[in-house]
Each structure stands twice: as C-alpha cells, then as structure tokens.
C-alpha cells in the first residue's frame, strides 16, 4: 500500500473555524451589550451578554469534539471573554446604575466609574491566573469565580431590576456593592466547582433530568430571576463552602 494513502487527512478548514466562528458570535454579543446599554436598552443588553455565555459554553465544548483545539483558540476566547465579561458587564452596570452616584457629589461620582473599571481589571486579571494555572491547578475547580458567573450575577441584577421597573438610581449603592463584590470574587482564592470533574458518564441520573427540566421551565417564565437566583448561589458557594471547611477544621482541632 502506498505510504501516502496511510497519513491522516487533513481536517476541513470549516471544521477549524467552526470553534472560533462561535468564539466571534459571543464576542459580537459583548459588543452588542455595550451598544444597547450606551442606547438605554438594558434589558437587550443583559440577554446579549448571556448569549455570550452560552457561545462560550458551546465552542470550546465543539472544538474538543472535533479535535480542533488549538493555542490560538484558547487565547482568542481569553481576548473575547474580556469584551464579553469584562467590559460589557462592567459598562452596562455603568451606564444603568453607577453612572447615577455623580447626583450624590463628585467624589461618589468618581467612585461609580472606579467600581466599573476594577470590574474590568478584576476580570483581566482573573482571566490572567486561568491561563497561567491551565495544567496545574485541579480541573475540577475554578480558583475564584469565573469571569461568565461574575457578568451572570452582574446582568441577572440588572435585568431583573429593570424588570421590575426599578430604577438604576434608586439601586445605584446596591450596585456599587454587587460590582466590587463581584469583582473581589473574581481575583479571590475561594474554590468554585467547575462541573468538569470525574470521569464521563453514558447515565445521568433521572432526578438530574428533572431537575434540569425544572430549570428549563422556570427559565422560560421568569428568565431574569431564575438566571440571578442560580448565578447568586453559585457565587456564594465560594466562600460558603471555605467557610464550612474552616468550622470543621476549627472543631476537629478543638480538644
């Protein structure tokens, strides 16, 4: 048999674009969200930015099943992630919210779009840390909260407010508060689960798929407080469980 019949064909170009053509569609959506929130559109804006994160779920998850994994797609979703969940979050809580503490005098004025912009380093930096602990760190956890569940619980806050036809100004010192705690959590060491642990399994538990059904269906009659609600637990899971560790250490040592 000839030898050249025997190496591996080449993979479609399209394939290799497909993760990266997904890649580009959350980061069209970051970029949209930053538009709609600058236009007033808060509500448009908050749902481009959790578009973004279900692109972001889905092209590494495509690329892996193709085996079009690729040093340039892993830094291309780094660079992408920080429009998605840096900057749009941070500018939409901005321009909802934070914006209005200047009615409160200049240096709380100064305070809003400080609140932004540590979001925005927070983001980088957290960003920074996954690269650099790719390899090393246990797969099955995420050292502080990931960028995507930060912007979840930032624009959940958002949407949901507005929903309720909230006003930014009335919750402005609220989200001060939500921007620096989700931009602390982002650069903490508390450990997150990342639901890649363990080894792959062909069965699912049945109360597993009811449970996700559940979610589906509390997703499509409320989706800004369901999404807030799931994104504010997980992001108290964090330091709930450190501190559960620390009383069980604390009770183990005591005599």
């Not at 040093?71 to 941070?90: C, I, K, N, R, T």
């Not at 009615?103 to 979001?119: E, T």
């Not at 990931?146 to 949901?160: D, E, I, T």
Request: glycine share 10%.
């Amino acid at each position: 048999m000839d030898p050249v019949e025997d190496r591996p064909r080449p993979r479609s170009r399209h394939i290799y674009l497909l993760p990266n053509l997904l890649t580009t569609l959350g980061l069209f959506s970051g970029f949209y969200a930053i538009l709609a929130a600058a236009d007033g559109r808060f509500e448009h804006a908050c749902l481009a930015v959790f578009l973004a994160g279900i692109f972001d779920g889905v092209d590494g998850r495509v690329a892996r099943m193709t085996g079009t994994s690729s040093e340039f797609g892993v830094q291309y979703d780094s660079l992408a992630d920080l429009v998605s969940f840096g900057m749009a979050p941070a500018l939409v809580m901005y321009h909802w919210a934070l914006v209005e503490l200047r009615v409160d005098g200049p240096i709380a004025g100064k305070a809003g779009w400080a609140a932004a912009f540590l979001y925005v380093a927070c983001a980088a930096l957290r960003l920074a840390r996954f690269n650099t602990q790719v390899g090393v760190v246990d797969k099955r956890w995420f050292i502080g909260l990931n960028s995507p569940s930060a912007a979840a619980l930032m624009m959940g806050f958002v949407w949901s407010m507005s929903d309720w036809n909230v006003s930014g100004e009335t919750m402005r010192f609220a989200a001060l508060g939500v921007s620096i705690t989700c931009a602390l959590l982002m650069v903490s060491g508390f450990k997150y689960t990342s639901f890649k642990g363990g080894q792959p399994r062909e069965r699912v538990p049945f109360w597993v798929m009811l449970l996700i059904v559940g979610f589906l269906v509390a997703l499509i009659v409320d989706p800004p407080r369901v999404l807030l609600t799931v994104a504010l637990f997980y992001a108290v899971s964090g330091p709930g469980q450190w501190l559960v560790q620390k009383m069980r250490r604390r009770s183990a040592a005591a005599p």
